[in-house]
Nanobody, 125 residues
Framework: QVQLVESGGGLVQAGGSLRLSCAAS????????MGWFRQAPGKEREFVAA????????DYADSVKGRFTISRDNAKNTVYLRMNSLKAEDTAVYYC??????????????????WGQGTQVTVSS
């Protein structure tokens, strides 16, 4: 049974940092790309970042470039999202997901095969 379990969310002041974790289990993810999405209240889900499990390729939404960093720990089967210089508009539920599709489709949530349950990030201004 495939599981993606996010953790690390919480309440932080604007300008602060958080690191989200996504622990993957239930299958081998070496051929997958791992993505992070977020959904704020009343808004559509949006792409945040993604990377190949090998770490050879990454992609970021323009809104988080230079502030967020996606990384992984192969030994722990875990993907991370380091979020710096957080803004109030970063407040959302953050989801981890896995896809076997190509990089050109990473921003499309519909192409992902597996999803986690989400973790809440709240940035106070």
């Amino acid at each position: 049974q495939v599981q993606l379990v996010e953790s690390g969310g919480g309440l932080v002041q604007a300008g602060g940092s958080l690191r989200l974790s996504c622990a993957a289990s239930g299958r081998t993810f070496s051929s997958y790309a791992m993505g992070w999405f977020r959904q704020a209240p009343g808004k559509e889900r949006e792409f945040v970042a993604a990377m190949t499990w090998s770490g050879g390729s990454t992609d970021y939404a323009d809104s988080v470039k230079g502030r967020f960093t996606i990384s992984r720990d192969n030994a722990k089967n875990t993907v991370y999202l380091r979020m710096n210089s957080l803004k109030a508009e970063d407040t959302a539920v953050y989801y981890c997901a896995a896809t076997q599709r190509s990089k050109s489709t990473w921003y499309q949530g519909g192409t992902y095969d597996y999803w986690g349950q989400g973790t809440q990030v709240t940035v106070s201004s």
